[in-house]
């Protein structure tokens, strides 16, 4: 089984969101906008002997429990019947509480099933004698007289549990008592039989685990895998029977003169001060002889050298940790497998294959100490593991990651991305975490919408190779800025760069990310897509007025998506998008003059070394000291600085708001 779902109460910064979970996702989100907190209440649910402070509690009130609830789906058929108390529609949700009161339990696991509300006294009436009193009271009502009479309050609770079996219809759901789930082995829904979580912290030490000692990862997994089967190999049973048999056949009192030799010299001298004593000398019982092991001296081996895991480089050691507690977690189901001898299904169909749950991959940047190449394989990996498309050591694999990456997030699976901003809850209280997703079919459907519903309908199986056409790294930066600006182009981005370095605005240091979109027709899915996000967005395009092959359905087409009434050839500029007649490098030009204009260009051609012009036009340095030059002189392009003011003017609405642009 696979988690569905994450719903965390009072925990951190997270005061009450959810986690929509898919087989890989990835968390974005600036820093400190509590990616790491939803990742640690993971483990938190996950750990049998995680503990708490008061610095874990949202605002330190530890007057509210913190709670963190796990949806699985994708249940096996054993799973399902192991659980089928507690199925929803096919999902299993199990609550974890932890608490600082007084006098209660901390870190109870608590699960959902249909339950009859009046039998909750009887549940919560404390001790057994009053559980018991309880209960004949309940069966003193007309309404429960059918109740048999019971001996104890064992009896009377499984009682009341076979009278909910036959009447569903006059249950709900409800949370149970904590005493049925954990991940301890002696409870009766032992979680860790079906379900296991790794999570790989931005920093930890490989050496560490690569190191024989105690706790350490390579210890274990070559005592399970490697040092158990040696111990068990019958070559080696018969080499230390024979060692202890030779080993106690040279110690053999009666072949040691020495032994005898030193009691009869202790007797004598200890008769000189007790003539009617003597010493007896034997030896104690023989210890078995204790054969150690070998221990294992862990390298890794890159470009064909060998080197200790401390001296290779840490992006290395981080692959070297992910693969480590991947088979640690392997190891220790295999182990646990073979102990229990389990005869379930699997087994029995699959005899030699052991059993190991659904394992749930945790990892905090996995970016870091990587090359951009080796991110994007990195990154391909991970999808292909999640996916099942190349083998894990379970047979299903969740990934679940945070990032800062563009290779690590791709338009074509926006879908898998959730969103983290802080978001004002009132004055004097922290902010608090809040998680958006896009819903790929949402997406399609708006789309459609926007193309009056003609043809053969948007569907998210459609939509998805129609948005690997237009994802480049510079699209995927968008889900990572404050506020993106879609262009059609190279030339289109240099110039509103250059604008704003001319007006003196650093868009990369207010987190605002201009995107070219490579042609007029590819700013419609980003835009929806990004908004969906609830990003703030601007969108620039030229209406193509006066080309020899016009297409004014496609300005409609995006003035529709933008709310905005209808035109053939719109001029203008907006709050949330500007259009012009022509190109933007053709409006600075005729507003500061063509020759003026041309002039500048061919001076920055000169300075900066670039003898084409097309190339000239997509460097934001040209078309700064264009607009710079030509203030200098007086002239000014009015239509791209009022779209730079715009622009900016977004970004602070976007800083003062909790509820950025919806259009």
């Not at 991305?417 to 975490?433: F, M």
Request: hydrophobic fraction near 40%.
């Amino acid at each position: 089984m696979l988690i569905s779902a994450v719903h965390v109460k009072n925990f951190r910064s997270i005061l009450d969101d959810s986690l929509p979970c898919d087989r890989l996702t990835a968390l974005v989100g600036r820093n400190g906008a509590g990616k790491s907190s939803l990742l640690r209440a993971l483990e938190l649910f996950y750990d049998p002997s995680a503990k708490v402070t008061t610095e874990d509690f949202y605002a330190e009130d530890t007057s509210q429990d913190i709670e963190i609830a796990v949806t699985f789906a994708e249940l096996s058929t054993e799973e399902q019947d192991f659980f089928s108390a507690y199925i929803d529609n096919g999902t299993l949700t199990v609550v974890r509480v932890f608490s600082l009161a007084p006098g209660r339990k901390s870190g109870t696991y608590h699960g959902m099933r249909l339950q009859n509300p009046d039998f909750a006294e009887v549940r919560t009436a404390g001790g057994r004698r009053e559980i018991t009193n309880k209960y004949n009271e309940l069966r003193s009502t007309e309404k429960y007289s059918s109740l048999p009479t019971v001996r104890s309050a064992d009896e009377a609770l499984s009682k009341l549990q076979e009278w909910e079996s036959a009447n569903p219809n006059a249950c709900v759901r409800m949370r149970d008592d904590g005493q049925f789930f954990g991940f301890t082995e002696v409870g009766q829904g032992y979680l860790g039989r079906h379900t296991r979580f790794i999570r790989i912290p931005a920093v930890r030490d490989a050496s560490e685990d690569a190191m024989e000692r105690r706790g350490s990862c390579v210890t274990e997994i070559m005592d399970l895998v490697v040092r158990s089967a040696l111990a068990r190999r019958k070559d080696i049973a018969t080499f230390k029977e024979e060692t202890q048999a030779k080993y106690r056949d040279i110690l053999d009192p009666a072949k040691l003169s020495e032994l005898t030799g030193l009691q009869a010299q202790l007797s004598k001298t200890l008769k000189q001060y007790a003539p009617e004593a003597d010493v007896s000398l034997r030896w104690a019982e023989f210890a078995d002889i204790n054969i150690p092991m070998p221990e294992a001296q862990v390298k890794l081996v890159e470009d064909g050298y060998e080197s200790s895991v401390l001296r290779t480089g840490h992006g290395l050691q981080r692959a070297f940790i992910l693969t480590m507690l991947q088979h640690l977690v392997a190891a220790r189901e295999m182990k646990k497998t073979m102990e229990e001898g389990f005869d379930s299904k699997e087994q029995s169909s699959e005899a030699e294959e052991p059993y190991l749950p659904g394992l749930v991959l945790a990892i905090e940047e996995p970016e870091l100490y990587q090359h951009p190449s080796r991110q994007r394989h990195l990154a391909s990996v991970l999808v292909k593991l999640a996916t099942g498309t190349i083998p894990g050591v379970a047979k299903k694999t969740q990934v679940i990651y945070s990032t800062h990456s563009p290779l690590f997030v791709g338009l074509d699976r926006f879908d898998q991305i959730r969103l983290l901003r802080k978001k004002d809850v009132g004055a004097g209280k922290p902010k608090v975490t809040e998680v958006v997703k896009a819903n790929l079919e949402a997406v399609a459907e708006e789309l459609w919408d926007a193309c009056g519903r003609q043809g053969v309908k948007y569907t998210s199986e459609t939509l998805r190779p129609r948005l690997q056409a237009i994802m480049t790294p510079w699209v995927n930066e968008g889900f990572f800025a404050d506020v993106v600006v879609l262009v059609e182009g190279e030339d289109d981005r240099a110039a509103i760069l250059g604008v704003a370095r001319a007006m003196g605005y650093d868009f990369d240091s207010a987190n605002i990310s201009v995107i070219p979109c490579m042609g007029k027709p590819n700013l419609d899915r980003p835009l929806v897509i990004f908004r969906r996000l609830r990003i703030p967005v601007y969108v620039i395009w030229d209406s193509d007025y006066g080309e020899r092959d016009p297409k004014p359905e496609s300005n409609r087409y995006l003035l529709r998506l933008l709310g905005q009434a209808e035109e053939d050839w719109p001029n203008i500029v907006e709050d949330w998008y500007a259009c012009f007649e022509v190109k933007l490098e053709a409006t600075i030009a005729e507003e500061i003059g063509q020759e003026l204009f041309n002039q500048l260009l061919s001076q920055a051609q000169n300075e900066l070394g670039i003898p084409k012009k097309e190339h000239a036009l997509k460097n934001p340095v040209v078309l700064q000291q264009i607009v710079e030059k030509a203030a200098a002189e007086g002239k000014e392009s009015i239509s791209l600085k009022g779209i730079v003011q715009k622009i900016i003017a977004l970004k602070s609405r976007q800083e003062e708001s909790n509820d950025p642009q919806r259009v």
